[in-house]
Nanobody
Framework: VQLQASGGGLVQAGGSLRLSCAAS????????CAWFRQAPGEEREFVAG????????LYTESVKGRFTISRDSAKNTVYLQMNGLKPEDTAVYYC????????????????WGQGTQVTVSS
């Protein structure tokens, strides 16, 4: 499975962005997918995850009510709609895919996209 993330950019606080993660590979639809982010000098952290069916989602506390993860199986694409962005959301955002395991842990993900920069100005 190959993942290609896009959609990052520079936005003012309170603004919105939508990240996309296009997956290639015949079996990509069976993977649970997630978005992580990594700010300079910080560890990579879980942001949001979605099951292979799209029926289950999970968010880290700091983005609940502001971010929405979704997937379009026909397009093999996972999205992260980010509203009400804050300067502390500034980071490189990565999409990742896993067959199973705890969604919060980086080590459980077999495949990673290249990352897309999100910068929120105050």
């Amino acid at each position: 499975v190959q993942l290609q993330a896009s959609g990052g950019g520079l936005v003012q606080a309170g603004g919105s962005l939508r990240l996309s993660c296009a997956a290639s590979g015949r079996t990509s639809s069976v993977y649970n997918c997630a978005w992580f982010r990594q700010a300079p000098g910080e560890e990579r952290e879980f942001v949001a995850g979605i099951s292979s069916s799209g029926g289950n989602t999970l968010y880290t506390e700091s983005v609940k009510g502001r971010f929405t993860i979704s997937r379009d199986s026909a397009k093999n694409t996972v999205y992260l709609q980010m509203n009400g962005l804050k300067p502390e959301d500034t980071a490189v955002y990565y999409c990742a895919a896993t067959r199973g395991g705890n969604w919060y842990f980086v080590r459980n993900y077999e495949y990673w996209g290249q990352g897309t920069q999100v910068t929120v100005s105050s």
